[in-house]
C-alpha cells in the first residue's frame, strides 16, 4: 500500500522553528520528486519547495526562500522541509506529495495537479 505519513507540525511562536518529516512506505521515494504544499483556511493549496530525486535540485516559493529548506535522506526513504524564523501567515495544513519523474519542472513546479499520492497532512500554526 503506498502511503505517505507526514509529521513535525504543531505549535510554534513567530520567529521559532520547525522541521516536518514526509515518510514513504510501500514504494521506494528516492525514485520521484517531491514537493511540500501547504492550505491556510480560506485560501488554495500552494506549493511551498520541491526537490528533485537526488537532492541536487530545489525550487521554494518566494515567500519561503530564506527561511524553508528542503532536504532528502534516501536511507530513511524520508523528505524534510526545515522551517526557520517562522510568521503568522506561515500557519496552514502542510502536505507532501510525489511527483511522477525524477526532476520537477521548472515551471509548474508548485501546481498541486501535477502531483500523485498525497500525505494526509500536518498542522502548522505560527503564534503567540
Known amino acids: 500500500q503506498l502511503q505517505f505519513v507526514e509529521s513535525g507540525g504543531g505549535l510554534v511562536q513567530p520567529g521559532g522553528s520547525l522541521r516536518l518529516s514526509c515518510a514513504a512506505s510501500g514504494f521506494n521515494l528516492n525514485n520521484y520528486a517531491v514537493a511540500w504544499f501547504r492550505q491556510a483556511p480560506g485560501k488554495e493549496r500552494e506549493g511551498v519547495s520541491c526537490?528533485?530525486?537526488?537532492?541536487?535540485?530545489?525550487h521554494s516559493a518566494d515567500s519561503v526562500k530564506g527561511r524553508f529548506t528542503i532536504s532528502r535522506d534516501h536511507a530513511k526513504n524520508t523528505v524534510y522541509l526545515h522551517m526557520n524564523s517562522l510568521k503568522p501567515e506561515d500557519t496552514a495544513v502542510y502536505y507532501c506529495a510525489r511527483y511522477p519523474n525524477f526532476d520537477p519542472p521548472v515551471t509548474g513546479w508548485g501546481n498541486p495537479e501535477a502531483y500523485e499520492y498525497w500525505g494526509q497532512g500536518t498542522q502548522v500554526t505560527v503564534s503567540t
Open positions: 526537490i528533485n530525486w537526488n537532492g541536487g535540485l530545489t
